[in-house]
């Protein structure tokens, strides 16, 4: 039998944890390093970009540039993970590389004056190979889809949730290794459940939820599992969202939720270009049921869960706080989403024109490189 120390013999094990060229594919790998204190110690690495939709061949390095370390829950102290963005040189940035444009927004200085700050509801399904060699949900009758959805939410016992011991194993690997994790719970479609991270600025918050869900795709791979985060697998049942509840120094301090309202209009005037940024195959989602609002129409309401942004009652009764903005897929970027929120609410829509247009020159690179059926 194989007897491996603990000892590492001074040497900690980082693992470089990268988006890939589809927008939503973690990556990462290991490498050995004998300081590791902070992202300071950490050299930039590369990669072969041409096996992850995102280099040709024939210039296929692509640079790794750590951005934020994490205690690594798995290989245990003093071992890191390590979170990254990609850019082909120091002047070019990967297409999907969209923390360039929110580590301008969420500046210090923009930080301090405005405060803004966020927390995100990632919603996922757990699914399991089958027989056939496709996924299926965890605990479904294989190729049966269910009837009702009523007894699932915040459900207990057996026929009602499946995979709590994976979203267990997740909530407790992401606070050994320092994710903003705020909490878990099952929801509505069967198998399907959410983790909450936040209440933190808008780029500490993105990187959080990012490792967060690197984290579930590692802990369901120990299970034999998988993670869905299509917005809307199934027709008939609910869809997965990542609703993003928001606040700032001008609504938290509101009176009588003059500025809050100001800031929502701001949104719905913004509505139909943000839609197009909120996470692929989302209009299949927001169907006006199902919780959901409309793709097409903007509305917002005082605990209203059919709306576009539920104020909640809380902040109806005292006149400030925070408010929720239910559009967002459970496949968005969050580093896309929180942007353009920010922007429009405090910014006067600085960069929204940029992040679109880099969106879409994304989606036509990953649309060439992996083919329209990805």
Not at 120 to 137: A, C, M, V
Not at 172 to 181: D, F, N, Q, T, Y
Request: charged share 25%.
């Amino acid at each position: 039998m194989l007897n491996i120390s603990n000892d590492q013999n001074g040497k900690i094990i980082c693992e470089y944890v990268w988006i890939g060229g589809s927008g939503l594919d973690l990556r990462s790998k290991a490498r050995t390093l004998t300081k590791a204190d902070s992202v300071a110690d950490l050299p930039i690495w590369n990669y072969d970009g041409s096996s992850t939709w995102q280099a040709d061949t024939s210039s296929s390095e692509i640079e790794l540039v750590p951005v934020a370390m994490y205690d690594d829950p798995f290989r245990g102290k003093p071992n890191k993970l390590v979170l990254c963005e990609t850019r082909v040189n120091s002047n070019k940035p990967t297409p999907g590389n969209f923390r360039r444009f929110a580590r301008q927004l969420f500046s210090e200085e923009n930080v301090k004056t405005h405060n803004p700050l966020f927390g995100i509801e990632q919603e996922y399904i757990i699914s399991k190979r089958n027989k056939e060699g496709d996924d299926w949900p965890l605990g479904w009758v294989d190729g049966k889809k269910p009837t009702e959805q009523a007894y699932h939410y915040c459900g207990v016992g057996g026929k009602n949730v499946h995979g709590r011991e994976i979203a267990d194993a997740h909530y407790k690997a992401c606070l050994a290794a320092g994710v903003g994790i705020y909490g878990i719970n099952a929801e509505v479609c069967p198998s399907q459940w959410e983790f909450q991270v936040g209440t933190t600025s808008g780029l500490q918050l993105c990187d959080d939820l990012w490792m967060g869900r690197y984290l579930l795709q590692r802990v369901a791979e120990l299970f034999g599992c998988d993670i869905n985060f299509h917005p809307k697998p199934f027709e008939g049942l609910n869809g997965s969202g990542a609703h993003t509840n928001y606040s700032n120094k001008k609504s938290s301090e509101d009176k009588d939720m003059v500025e809050t309202t100001k800031q929502i209009e701001s949104l719905e005037k913004y509505h139909k270009r943000f839609m197009q940024l909120y996470g692929e195959d989302n209009n299949k989602r927001l169907v006006g049921a199902f919780e959901t609002s409309s793709y097409d129409k903007f509305k917002y309401g005082v605990m209203d869960r059919s709306a576009s942004i539920r104020i909640p009652q809380t902040t109806k009764d005292k006149g400030n706080g925070y408010y929720e903005d239910r559009r967002p897929a459970s496949n968005m970027d969050p580093y896309v989403v929180c942007s353009l929120i920010f922007s429009a609410t405090c910014l006067d829509g600085a960069l929204i024109d940029d992040i679109e247009e880099s969106y879409r020159e994304f989606q036509k690179r990953r649309d060439e490189k992996m083919g329209k059926g990805h």
